[in-house]
């Protein structure tokens, strides 16, 4: 595992957005562009529809988007000419896959960030057998009895997986994870009494928990959120510092000039700041962001650094 490697050579990509060369945007587009991302319906699909669309009516070429599956997306950008005709939108899996296994693009070169797009929450949901209404009682139960906890998860290195295993490193306890083919699965087992707790998308777990079948204990974010109102932090209700959420993010190849790069920034917030589509995809679970490119970036290499340390503490490889 290089994860040290990667967390360190991530630094040089906060240094292209702020001072890459000077090349103009002003003849910029000037033919069609393409953005890669995952199968179509998923996350990083969802959000590449109205971005595409935006792009096509302001910048006037053609945007179109083809769907790959992630790892062949990634590389072919990672290995695309630096004009901003060949973008990335893609979930976190981009840069802590690397981090779990061979991949073959370099995140450290490969890409410069574009922009944060979205983001998506977890929920911490227990089975109602357990006798806790609150984290620090989930964290006390379990350091009361060692190995005794289980949780489960998608398959291993998802993005469920890593959320217990940092709940779990930050806490200092024991619990045992139990993978399963999605996170759906999990659930299914949780509501069974197979697993004893999990992380899960909101929209998974409140129809369970509305009934009794789950107990939803807080939400994944470093403060409250609007996708899941009501719910308090996992940070503020007994483990300071925990964070975990999935974003959706736009991303050029490396090298790409500052010039197209902040063009794409611009013409990206003006589309996520269209009326009514923050609404439309906060109902269907998911926060429209815009951040700037050096914020997207600053966020990368906080949450490599922050999952690189579970994933080598934990030894943590990809199914």
């Known amino acids: 595992m290089q994860s040290t490697r990667l967390v360190v050579a991530i630094f040089p990509l906060v240094m292209v957005v702020l001072g890459a060369g000077g090349a103009s945007a002003q003849d910029y587009p000037n033919r069609t562009i393409r953005i890669l991302t995952a199968a179509a319906g998923g996350s990083s699909d ?51 896959r690397p981090l779990l296994d061979k991949v073959p693009y370099d995140f450290a070169t490969g890409f410069t960030p574009v922009g944060q797009i979205s983001r998506e929450v977890y929920v911490l949901a227990v089975h109602p057998s357990l006798p806790v209404k609150s984290v620090r009682q989930l964290i006390a139960l379990a350091k009361a009895k060692p190995g005794a906890l289980n949780y489960g998860t998608g398959p291993n290195g998802s993005a469920t997986h890593l959320s217990g295993e940092l709940f779990r490193s930050l806490a200092g306890i024991k619990i045992v994870q139990v993978p399963y083919k999605g996170v759906a699965e999990s659930v299914t087992a949780m509501i069974s009494g197979e697993v004893h707790m999990m992380f899960a998308n909101p929209s998974l777990v409140a129809p369970h928990a509305k009934v009794g079948r789950l107990r939803t204990l807080a939400v994944t974010t470093a403060e409250p959120t609007a996708l899941v109102p009501g719910l308090p932090t ?46 439309k995809f906060l109902n269907n679970g998911s926060e429209l962001l815009g951040s700037s490119p050096e914020r997207f970036a600053a966020f990368i290499a906080s949450d490599m650094a922050r999952m690189g340390k579970v994933i080598k503490d934990a030894g943590i490889k990809a199914n």
């Open 46 to 96: 969802l959000v590449a529809r109205p971005i595409a669309q935006g792009f096509t009516d302001s910048m006037r070429q053609p945007v179109v988007i083809y769907n790959r599956p992630s790892i062949l997306g990634s590389e072919i950008v990672s290995k695309a000419s630096p004009d901003g005709y060949t973008l990335l939108i893609s979930s976190e899996s981009l840069w802590t």
């Open 234 to 279: 996992v940070a503020a209700s007994g483990l300071p510092g925990y964070e975990s959420i999935s974003v959706q993010g736009l991303l050029a190849p490396g090298k790409t000039p500052a010039a197209i790069v902040n063009r794409l920034n611009q013409e990206m917030v003006r589309v996520l700041n269209q009326p009514g589509l923050k609404e």
